[in-house]
C-alpha cells in the first residue's frame, strides 16, 4: 500500500489544520494507521494512531486534547484535526500502517512524501 500526505501549510499559533493520508491498495483490518511528525534535527515523533477496524485511537502527551485522529475505511483515508496550534507543533508530518499498537516509528512503514506544517507566532 502507498500512502501520500497532504493538507499541510501556514497557520498562525492557534490555528487549526486538518491532514489527510491517502492509502492506495488494500489497507487490512488487522492495521494501525499513525501519524508521526518530524521536525530539523529530531527524531520522528509519534502524533496518533489508530486501529483500521474499529475506532480505538490513542495519542502522544504532547497533543493529546488538540488533534484528533480519525478515518474512513469507504474511502481509505486517515485524517488529523490539528487545532489550538502551537509553533512547536512544526514539522514534517507523515502517516504510516503497522501492524501494532505502539508509538515507536520502527513498527510502522508504508512512509509517504510527508506534509509539511508551519505554525508562526
Known amino acids: 500500500v502507498q500512502l501520500q500526505a497532504s493538507g499541510g501549510g501556514l497557520v498562525q499559533a492557534g490555528g487549526s489544520l486538518r491532514l489527510s493520508c491517502a492509502a492506495s491498495?488494500?489497507?487490512?483490518?488487522?492495521?494501525?494507521m499513525a501519524w508521526f511528525r518530524q521536525a530539523p534535527g529530531k527524531e520522528r515523533e509519534f502524533v496518533a494512531g489508530?486501529?483500521?477496524?474499529?475506532?480505538?485511537?490513542y495519542y502522544g502527551n504532547s497533543v493529546k486534547g488538540r488533534f484528533t485522529i480519525s478515518k474512513n475505511n469507504a474511502e481509505n483515508t486517515v485524517y488529523l484535526q490539528m487545532n489550538s496550534l502551537k509553533p512547536e507543533d512544526t514539522a514534517v508530518y507523515y502517516c504510516g500502517r503497522g501492524s501494532t499498537v505502539t508509538t515507536m516509528a520502527t513498527s510502522f512503514g508504508n512512509w509517504g512524501q510527508g506534509t509539511l506544517v508551519t505554525v508562526s507566532s
Open positions: 491498495g488494500r489497507i487490512y483490518s488487522s492495521s494501525i
Open positions: 489508530i486501529r483500521w477496524s474499529r475506532d480505538y485511537a
